[in-house]
């Protein structure tokens, strides 16, 4: 709008106070029409009224001033029923998007709106300001009376003055332009620009410079008081304001559509060929010009929320993103319901809904006052909905459903589905526009829009623009689904290839962090395990497949599984290197990995390492807290063969920490590889209470650094030990009678380690597991260990290789029971290999204290 100078204000400054806003009588040509200007108060009474609703309107100012409104302006429909000839459109006395000038007058408006409203109006006065009628541009001559078809504009005022509605108004016939061709027509709607002017009848600087900015908002109080001050200054009672604004509210006025330049071809066309004269053009009907410009606000709605969402992939952030986007421009409720299998993040969902089908509210937003839909529709309910409602015939059809007005027995029927809780205060009477929420034809969501019930009813204009918008949501929340399927896939494939180690073992204890990739996917190839061995010991290992993706974590999941079978073998942790080097080179060219593995024996406190191309471990010492990076042989990535593997021993104290780690954390672009060992061993080195706390203190020191891509395995283990005391060993003879002997021993052991209530089983399962070995050694000691831990351990070891395993034993079979007694009262038992024979091992839960 173009704020100007009211030229035909007479002078005047002194007495009274008060504020006058007047129009200006613009020259169409020159892009502006006349405008009458009208403030009505709180009380719904004329407060000021210009002279071009004098023009306009035929009422005088001293008549207008004090009286209701409603009996000065156009608030109801003034003309019957009229059809244009060309396009055959009927439209009303107050025909447009917004409802009638009424909705405004009394209040129940809050924003914006528009219409058109065709009226019977007196011969104007004469102009004695200016001793003639005015004949300006759009105002009628003197002396014919006649009907008027106004435009009209309706602007809340906010502010703590008595001025409640701002009432513009024009006549449309002021609108046409000069030049009837498509040019002039199109410009039709820029010219739509009113034309205020404010003089002063009250020398008050201060109260004034406050008061401006309540008429003209987009005026700023040190402007205001800027102009106020020259104005007083100069004893001029006339200042100009100018400022180009858009109006906020195009309205579907209802003008007839003027034919369009095709038709006026095709008519002339017609015309040259009947030898006729060519037709006259349409005069100059803004009407079609309107249309254009509510056409184009719509689309520019459209590329507004567009714009607005879809800024991320995460699901929930775009849900809330589409509701927001809505609301209060285009509807003053949105709520958003989509299928389970979205929400759950699988796949697409199949087939046509039904009334079975669970529909989960995901967001909520509307212009109520707040928590008025929280209890009665919270968000994150799931509800199926019966085939005689809205939501039901939008989600079968996939096409947009409109209610112009929610009835009292629609309104029961959609409450009945809430339950207990009545929702019929909150849609009743309201307009509803339920629209499709679809990808590739398959219905994802819907969304309910509702508009208050003094606003608007949605109509089909507002359809087609519903289910553009929906179309698009659509397409973006199913970007925002297929991210969160193929991210949860990728999540559930690396935790299912990631063990579930216990935080404890015999003799340590164990933490371990995962992080995956921040840059390229979160599916990599990093991983670390836990293995139980014989003797009380623990294998650690960390590893690393070369490359990213879904190729590099199956890579990894097949050597985790060979180091598990090939540790359980007991194999040193050099020879079993070198068989993971060969698998991986049978498995293909492309396997390549780093690995890192160790093994803790609590007993004898020492660690026996072997390095395959991998990241060294930190070691930190209990006593000083000092923490070092292990000096171990590189050696080579497994799958590149040839590369021998040296295993090294290391002599640990209990309460010492191993750290091991993939390059992931420790390495960084662009800056060198010890930047991030010395960082690691700076952080390990501190003190922590437990262990989360110091993998938790690792990675703030080493994960803050932007840019990282790689994912990262850690693995910690505190190095306990096990005491001396808590170990009894005996070696039995190859006798029959070394049975006896076993029972003998075990029993006493534990009543010195005040286990007597482990006596009877430890006695029972330690006959039979001796008593095999002694008929199945080939001539060598037999040994006899109990460890004392967090369980009872019992170890038989011989020198036979061959592993007993379980059998069915029939009634005349004087074997093959032993081990499954022991399976049966065990709490876990095994077997393994070692280099000398085999190990038949079993544990005991120890009782509580």
């Not at 690691?680 to 994960?703: F, K, Q």
């Amino acid at each position: 709008m173009d704020r100007g100078t009211d030229r035909d204000a007479p002078p005047s400054r002194g007495a009274g106070s008060g504020a006058a806003v007047g129009a200006v009588a613009g020259d169409a040509a020159a892009g502006r029409v006349p405008l009458a200007v009208v403030v009505v108060d709180r009380d719904g009474l004329v407060s000021h009224w210009s002279r071009g609703a004098r023009r306009l309107f035929g009422t005088a100012k001293e008549e207008a001033i004090g009286r209701p409104a409603a009996d000065l302006l156009p608030v109801s429909g003034a003309l019957p029923e009229e059809t244009d000839e060309v396009t055959h459109r009927s439209y009303t006395a107050c025909d447009g998007l917004g409802p009638g000038l009424e909705s405004s007058l009394d209040g129940r408006l809050s924003y914006p709106a528009a219409g058109r409203a065709r009226l019977t109006v007196p011969v104007p006065e004469p102009d004695h300001a200016h001793g003639h009628e005015r004949d300006d541009a759009g105002a009628r001559p003197s002396g014919e009376p006649g009907r008027a078809d106004v435009l009209w504009w309706a602007y809340p005022l906010v502010g703590p003055g008595p001025e409640r509605l701002l009432v513009l108004a024009a006549d449309a016939g002021g609108l046409r332009p000069d030049d009837p061709g498509e040019a002039g027509a199109r410009e039709v709607p820029e010219r739509i620009a009113p034309a205020f002017a404010l003089h002063t009848d009250f020398p008050g600087a201060e109260d004034l410079a406050r008061r401006l900015p309540e008429i003209l908002p987009s005026m700023s109080v040190g402007e205001s008081a800027r102009i106020v001050a020259q104005v007083l200054e100069l004893g001029y009672p006339v200042l100009e304001f100018s400022q180009n604004d858009r109006v906020p509210v195009t309205p579907d006025w209802g003008v007839p559509r003027r034919a369009g330049r095709r038709a006026r071809r095709e008519r002339a066309a017609r015309a040259a060929a009947q030898g006729l004269p060519a037709p006259e053009e349409d005069a100059g009907d803004p009407g079609e010009d309107l249309e254009h410009a509510a056409v184009r606000e719509r689309l520019e709605f459209l590329n507004e929320v567009s714009g607005r969402i879809g800024t991320s992939l995460d699901l929930a952030r775009t849900v809330v993103e589409v509701s927001k986007a809505v609301v209060p421009r285009f509807t003053d409720v949105a709520g958003t319901y989509l299928r389970e299998q979205v929400v759950a993040g699988e796949g697409f969902p199949d087939g046509v809904p039904d009334t079975t089908t669970l529909w989960h509210r995901v967001a909520v937003e509307h212009t109520d006052e707040p928590g008025r839909w929280d209890d009665v529709v919270p968000v994150g309910e799931a509800m199926p909905f019966p085939a005689h409602t809205p939501f039901f015939q939008c989600m079968t059809t996939g096409e947009p459903v409109l209610v112009p007005r929610i009835s009292e027995p629609m309104g029961h029927a959609i409450a009945s589905q809430f339950e207990k809780r009545d929702i019929r205060p909150l849609i009743t009477h309201r307009s509803m526009l339920v629209v499709p929420l679809k990808a590739r034809n398959v219905v994802l969501g819907f969304m309910v829009l509702l508009r208050h019930p003094e606003r608007a009813e949605f109509n089909d204009m507002d359809r087609v623009t519903g289910a553009e918008l929906a179309a698009r949501a659509g397409l973006v929340l199913d970007n925002a689904r297929m991210y969160t399927h193929q991210e949860s896939v990728a999540e559930t494939l690396q935790d299912s290839m990631l063990p579930r180690i216990p935080a404890r073992r015999a003799g340590c204890d164990i933490a371990t962090r995962y992080l995956p990739g921040t840059l390229l996917g979160r599916v990599g190839g990093d991983w670390f395990d836990s293995v139980k061995l014989p003797g009380a010991r623990t294998a650690l290992v960390v590893g690393d497949v070369m490359g990213h993706g879904l190729n590099s974590a199956a890579m990894m999941g097949q050597l985790r599984t060979a180091v598990q079978t090939m540790a359980a073998l007991d194999l040193p942790p050099a020879q079993l290197l070198r068989h993971l080097d060969d698998l991986a080179q049978r498995l293909g060219d492309t396997y390549l990995a780093t690995c890192l593995y160790a093994v803790y024996d609590p007993i004898a406190s020492e660690l026996l390492l072997a390095n395959a191309g991998h990241v060294p471990p930190v070691l930190v010492r209990a006593g000083d807290g000092r923490s070092e990076l292990l000096d171990l042989p590189t050696g080579a990535p497994v799958g590149v063969g040839g590369v021998p593997f040296e295993t090294v021993r290391v002599r640990v104290r209990p309460g010492d920490r191993l750290v091991m780690c993939t390059d992931g954390l420790v390495e960084m672009r662009g800056e060198d590889i010890g930047v991030g060992l010395a960082t690691l061993c700076a952080s390990a080195a501190h003190p922590a209470a437990a262990m989360d706390e110091a993998c938790d203190t690792i990675i703030r020191a080493l994960n803050t650094r932007d840019g990282r891509k790689d994912d990262v395995a850690l693995l910690m283990a505190r190095l306990n030990g096990i005491a001396p005391d808590d170990v009894a060993e005996w070696r039995l003879a190859r006798e029959p009678g070394q049975a006896a002997r076993a029972r003998a021993v075990v029993r006493e052991q534990l009543h010195v380690w005040g286990l007597a209530r482990l006596a009877d089983p430890a006695e029972l399962l330690v006959s039979e597991l001796v008593t095999n070995a002694v008929r199945h050694s080939r001539g060598g000691a037999v040994a006899l260990r109990l460890v004392r831990g967090d369980t009872l351990l019992c170890e038989v070891d011989d020198d036979d290789h061959e592993l007993p395993t379980l059998t069915s034993a029939g009634p005349g079979d004087e074997s093959g029971r032993g081990l499954r007694v022991v399976s049966a009262l065990a709490r876990e038992w095994g077997t393994s290999r070692t280099g000398t024979g085999k190990t038949v091992w079993f544990e005991l839960t120890l009782p509580r204290r």
